[in-house]
């Protein structure tokens, strides 16, 4: 009796032994974990199943790719999620509606990686999108234009949306409206608000879009020389000019230095304020991503 027992549990090691060396038998293993809610577990044999398989001399099955891709999406590891997803496609002849979509939410969780927006403008031709996928691509490319501040594009984007129906004609107008003001009110460079601003202080802040900042820049400056020149002419104090001018120049100096902060800061608002405009529209039409294993 105790012969048969010792000789089950011998036979059980070695199953497990055998079935821990076959990369289909760790998948399985991986996907048993994967449903049962242990994610970093599934995520882990994952990547020992395609090790397995590459240490033979095989290819990586496609489902294990996008196991790899989907578990690391669901423990936040973004970046990797995308490069597993990226492997999965390249060897993916079928690419789906699904998938599509499966693909933009792991390129905007990783915040659209290297060439990125190379990839969705190359999604624009891809055949065979359904209506819903067809939208989200253009919508992120527009999003991703709008990151750029490439207006022309995400223009050229809203005018796809409108001539193929994709969005209601009110959004249409909404995001047209939008970037066209965005194209407009296009903020002054650093450099030319730098020397708008040495010309006369407080003017690169004004073409920058910072009222208040002008109007203080140059009121400072105005009272500083003003208040030197002053003292100098009116009491013949010397020791005004050894007090005064050094104050001048630093009020000068801060003046120069405030205009391309408030350039760098006016061209980053107009661009995060379209952008969130867009993002508004976009999640109007944003349908939930199917739960996508492979096709």
Known sequence: MRRKFFLAVACACVTQVLYALDADGVARMAAAYESSGAIELALHEYKRAAYLSSASGETVPPETLYALARCSLSLGEYARAYAYLSD??????????ALCRFELEVMEKSGYPGLSRVRLLSLIDAPGLDTDARRSVVLANALVAADYADW???????????????????????????????????????????AASAILPGAGQLAAGYPRDATNAFAVNAASIGGTAIAFFAFGSADSLLVGIPLSVKFYQGNIGNAKKRALEGAARNQKKTRDALAAIARKYDPPVPDYAGE
């Open 88 to 97: 999965y496609i390249a060897g993916n002849p079928s690419y789906t509606s």
């Open 152 to 194: 022309e594009s995400a223009l050229r984007c809203v005018e796809l949306l409108d001539r193929e129906s994709l969005i209601s004609p009110g959004d249409v107008a909404e995001a047209r409206r939008t970037i066209e003001k965005a194209a407009r009110a296009r903020s002054i460079g650093p450099k030319s608000a730098m």
